[in-house]
């Protein structure tokens, strides 16, 4: 028992025994409340606080009357009582403090994580700086080539966004609680089936649109990218999802490497490179394939099971997994879509404007997003460090708030939001004023010489403040995510894709290919706006509406 706690500590309020009788009845209160605290503990065998125990013995039947029999004004006086006897039937874990460290060296530290998140992306246009050529990208490739690799990444990108949230969602879940043989089974049925349903996907865009319009040359293209792009995306899945950064940078690395070599061995013709960058590609996902195997392994190994619990693990349905993570597949999906819509739809109006009805290598407008788009290389650190100290304020909050100071926890929590969200908004509005004309200065002009074609310019500022509201919409589309309410962020990202390709498709109409990136700026607007409103209300409505998140 704590020290200071003793039988008067739990003695029912304004009883005072006068009589035998009494303090018989006292000692048979006494005797219950031992009772409902192993009841208690049945249900949580760790309760943290009040407040756990209060849910606990509202679970068990309790209210206002009920607690009013035990001799107790509410049920949280009973809690209180209750959560003093707790204590002599379990021994609280104890909890290693974390060595202290200065806001700012955590906040560094916690962008450095982040940041690792773009490797990959820096990797590849570092070696497209050097050797001409990366994964999917050649300064090199032909027009048609271009088209049909470019088409390939816009289908494989949203098919393994939705297949990688998924994964992520369910493996972390997983994975959080050391459960390495349900990780091992999350990760092979999304990696199985996303892979299944992509392979139909592509099949069916194969056969219905790409082959009867370029014909059958220019569709192998398309089919070969496409299945191994996808494959490259989601090997990456679980080693994100595991946060095993560096053997993600390696295998990366291997896959450039392999790419450049073979394209001096095989030649630097359209074959060639094609060839080699397929090449690359295949070596890339397996050996991430075979990394994240590996780690899973070694964990099982390093913590095994205890020796009293079964080691058999029964998984869950999988039609109920696939049920509680659609949303976050749909937001995956819907994410990719708003960032690509633009190049796709610049992509067919090019080609009208060309007097050909099939889409044709956008290189000015595609050139500006894409340097536009390494804006949030630099951004999403920041994006990251706010989560990781959202996820340290949170848990305290709770922790110490009572139920009856709601109203304290919603102001933490809306000047959390308040200070997070305007922290990204300026960061990353000085990021895309400054970052456009930086990158014009540095970069060699065979790599920009698109953009800077007429219209090129303009479109690359107006990406960049479009890109410049995506890390605002991750940030508030991560928070609900944190909170397991993910409708919000699903309906941003839903309205600003479907804003994105609408407005694209007007602003493109006259002829004027660069000003769909005026559609890319307003459907970023909608999905930070809609997935910002969310999250303010998610977090301002307080501690209540978080019991059912967890």
């Not at 004004?73 to 060595?99: G, I, R, S």
């Not at 949170?394 to 919603?410: G, H, K, M, S, V």
Request: include cysteine.
């Amino acid at each position: 028992m704590p020290q200071g706690t003793d039988a008067a500590s739990v003695r029912p309020p304004d009883r005072v025994p006068t009589s035998l009788a009494e303090l018989r009845d006292e000692a048979t209160v006494y005797q219950d409340l031992h009772v409902e605290a192993r009841r208690v503990l049945d249900r949580n065998p760790e309760p943290r606080n009040l407040r756990d125990v209060a849910v606990a013995l509202e679970s068990m039947g309790y209210t206002a009357s009920a607690a009013k029999d035990r001799g107790f004004d509410t049920v949280f006086d009973l809690a209180a009582a209750v959560l003093d006897l707790t204590y002599l039937y379990y021994v609280p874990q104890v909890h290693v403090v974390e060595v202290s460290r200065g806001a700012w060296r955590r906040l560094a530290d916690d962008y450095l994580a982040g940041s690792w998140y773009g490797l990959p992306w820096i990797m590849s246009v570092v070696v497209l700086f050097v050797g001409r050529v990366a994964l999917w990208s050649s300064l090199d490739a032909t027009p048609q080539a271009a088209a049909m690799v470019s088409l390939a990444f816009f289908l494989a990108a949203t098919l393994a966004g939705a297949c990688s949230q998924m994964l992520a969602r369910k493996g972390t879940f997983y994975f959080l609680q050391k459960n390495y043989p349900l990780v091992r089974w999350a990760v092979s049925r999304f990696l199985i089936y996303g892979s299944a349903t992509a392979l139909l996907a592509c099949a069916l865009v194969y056969g219905v649109y790409v082959v009867p319009t370029y014909g059958l040359r220019m569709g192998a293209i398309f089919l070969e990218f496409a299945v191994i792009i996808f494959a490259f995306l989601l090997s990456a899945a679980p080693l994100y999802m595991l946060r095993r950064f560096y053997t993600l940078g390696l295998a990366t690395g291997l896959a450039l490497a392999v790419t450049v070599a073979a394209t001096h061995v095989l030649g630097w013709g359209s074959s060639g490179i094609q060839h080699a960058q397929l090449l690359g590609l295949a070596v890339g996902s397996g050996a991430m394939v075979v990394i994240a195997a590996s780690y899973l392994a070694m964990r099982s190994e390093i913590d095994p099971p205890p020796e009293d619990e079964s080691p058999v693990v029964t998984p869950p349905e999988l039609r109920v997994v696939l049920w509680h993570t659609a949303p976050y597949g749909v937001y995956g999906f819907a994410y990719f879509v708003m960032i690509l819509a633009g190049p796709l739809v610049a992509g067919f109006a090019y080609g009208h404007s060309l007097g050909v009805n099939q889409y044709v290598y956008p290189s000015t407008y595609e050139g500006s997003v894409d340097l536009a788009l390494l804006e949030l290389v630099v951004v999403l650190g920041l994006v990251h460090a706010c989560i990781e100290h959202f996820g340290r304020r949170i848990i305290p909050l709770l922790e110490n708030q009572t139920l009856d100071r709601w109203r304290e926890a919603r102001s933490a929590l809306r000047h959390e939001w308040v200070r997070s969200v305007a922290g990204v908004i300026a960061v990353s509005v000085l990021v895309a004023w400054q970052l456009p004309d930086l990158l014009l200065r540095i970069l060699p002009e065979t790599l920009i010489a698109s953009v800077r074609s007429p219209g090129g310019v303009a479109a690359l500022h107006v990406a960049s403040f479009g890109f410049a509201l995506v890390p605002v919409g991750m940030l508030c589309s991560q928070y609900l995510f944190f909170l397991g309410k993910p409708r919000g962020a699903v309906i941003g990202a839903l309205a600003g894709a479907a804003t994105v390709a609408l407005a694209t498709i007007v602003l493109v109409s006259k002829g004027n290919i660069e000003l769909g990136a005026w559609g890319l700026l307003a459907g970023t607007a909608v999905y930070a706006l809609v997935a910002g409103l969310a999250s303010y209300r998610v977090l301002a409505a307080g501690e209540e509406s978080f019991y059912g998140s967890f």
